[in-house]
């Protein structure tokens, strides 16, 4: 399995044993801790539109490991305001890098980008298409609490509730979840289901797939559920708006019904979808999910570099 | 009114022969003015017939161009637009070679992309689609969908190969 060089673009461009093989690798530099992996190994993190989490997660995972790190968080204090094209940006800064993060408004960036760069490209999200370390790491966190992800003991059963029509993390999860033993449950508001394409990948691996009633059949049935964001102008009448999103919202009352192992998950930022009160069960998942984005960024990174 | 004739061959003539050129047969009926778009250049004498009976389609379209064969990049544009197509070559009114269009894995910058978030729409770009094929394990193996489907490399969008615009060339 040759990692070295590769570019990481998007979830559907790993096999099985490879992803089982990022979440192996990560799982073994977690358990290493901090060190100088990465020493004198320069990442350049090219945010043409804002992020908090993938930004620092990223920069934090290479600078546990002694590598340096450079980039922009804002695309117009570059070139790019100026006309230049994203190919061109990319071939000048190649010539700088050894890994290029990189996310990206349009839909399709990062396989660009890495079509003319010499030096990997991770994609850090391409417009509404793919963020393929978020899935890794949400791979990665249902991995570390439920082993039977892996060793296929069990059908885990993973509820996706919210928009699951433009939310590319549920979309990316849902198809490597294809390569697994597990049932995915879905709940969404009448027009933001998860689209067809998502469904017949599901059919096509053999997963079974059911449409759940409502958040309190989801939360009763499953192993994990996978929260997302609605977001408001998905609605054009503000008052279905606010009578959805009350129906889409956990609280901690709620879980009195959940299997005492049910772990909720959120990409984050979450907003109004999960009550505080919930931070407070044992059932929130959320902030040590984000955490895991380290060591499999570290994971991704290294193998890339091919210095795992 | 009586019924018009209805074997294939004369239903051809009955838009009109040409004497040297090119035939496309069997256009599914609503791709029949884009297939025709796509083949009129300025000189061009091009003859439509537009909802013919079929046998193996109920309606189809045929487009005749005189005196020319058409471009390899015409015959990629035709994959997309009208898979199902049979391309037919006349020399002195007889059909001297009568193939179904080619269908390629992969179109390179025929097409643009009908994601208006694809990069492909705002960088200079070339667009590439891959042919969409079956869920299947064997998937090389499995029959191409029809209508025909492609995925943006890019963007990695599905469409039906109809929702696409033609580039300009």
């Known amino acids: ?308 | 009114m009586t019924e018009p004739i209805t074997t294939s061959a004369s239903r051809v003539r009955q838009v009109e022969a040409i004497a040297n050129g090119t035939v496309i047969d069997h256009i599914p009926p609503a791709m029949t003015l884009k297939v025709a778009a796509l083949l009129t250049g300025t000189e061009d004498q091009v003859f439509i017939g537009a909802n013919l009976r079929s046998s193996r389609m109920g309606r189809k379209g045929v487009v005749k161009i005189s005196n020319r064969e058409i471009s390899p990049h015409e015959a990629s544009c035709l994959a997309l637009i009208a898979p199902t197509a049979t391309v037919c070559i006349i020399r002195d009114f007889s059909v001297v070679t009568k193939q179904p269009v080619p269908v390629p894995e992969r179109f390179d910058d025929v097409a643009r992309c009908a994601n208006p978030n694809c990069v492909t729409n705002h960088e200079r770009w070339p667009t590439r689609f891959v042919v969409v094929r079956g869920p299947s394990e064997a998937r090389s193996a499995a029959p191409i969908e029809v209508p025909l489907r492609v995925r943006c490399v890019y963007c990695e969008r599905g469409f039906a190969a109809g929702e696409l615009a033609l580039l300009d060339r």
């Open chain 1, 1 to 308: 399995m040759r990692f070295a060089g590769r570019q990481v673009l998007s979830i559907a461009d790993f096999t099985r044993d490879e992803i089982v093989h990022v979440l192996t690798v990560a799982s073994q530099v977690e358990q290493r801790g901090r060190g100088a992996l990465f020493s004198g190994k320069l990442m350049a993190t090219l945010f043409f539109e804002p992020s908090t989490r993938t930004r620092l997660s990223f920069e934090a995972a290479m600078l546990h490991q002694g590598g340096q790190v450079m980039g922009f968080s804002d695309a117009a204090s570059t070139s790019t305001k100026k006309g230049e094209s994203l190919a061109d940006t990319i071939r000048m800064v190649e010539q700088y890098v050894d890994v290029i993060v990189m996310r990206h408004p349009r839909d399709g960036a990062a396989r660009l980008a890495a079509e003319v760069s010499r030096v990997p490209v991770i994609n850090g999200g391409d417009g509404a298409n793919q963020h393929p370390s978020q899935t890794f790491l949400d791979l990665y966190t249902i991995a570390k609490l439920f082993p039977a992800l892996l060793t296929g003991d069990r059908q885990l059963t993973v509820a996706f509730a919210g928009d699951l029509k433009y939310g590319r993390t549920v979309h990316s999860l849902v198809s490597a979840l294809c390569h697994f033993k597990v049932k995915i449950l879905l709940t969404a508001p009448a027009g933001l289901e998860l689209p067809q394409q998502y469904l017949d990948e599901c059919a096509a691996a053999g997963l079974p797939v059911e449409i759940a009633s409502g958040l309190p059949e989801a939360i009763a049935a499953s192993d994990v559920l996978y929260m997302t964001r609605l977001q408001e102008e998905r609605f054009p009448d503000p008052v279905e708006f606010d009578h959805i999103k009350a129906s889409y919202r956990v609280n901690a009352a709620m879980l009195r019904s959940a299997k005492p192992e049910l772990r909720i998950l959120h990409p984050l930022p979450r907003i109004n979808e999960i009550a505080t009160d919930v931070d407070f069960t044992p059932h929130a998942h959320y902030f040590p999910q984000a955490g895991n984005g380290i060591p499999v960024r570290q994971a991704l990174v290294g193998l890339v570099l091919g210095v795992l």
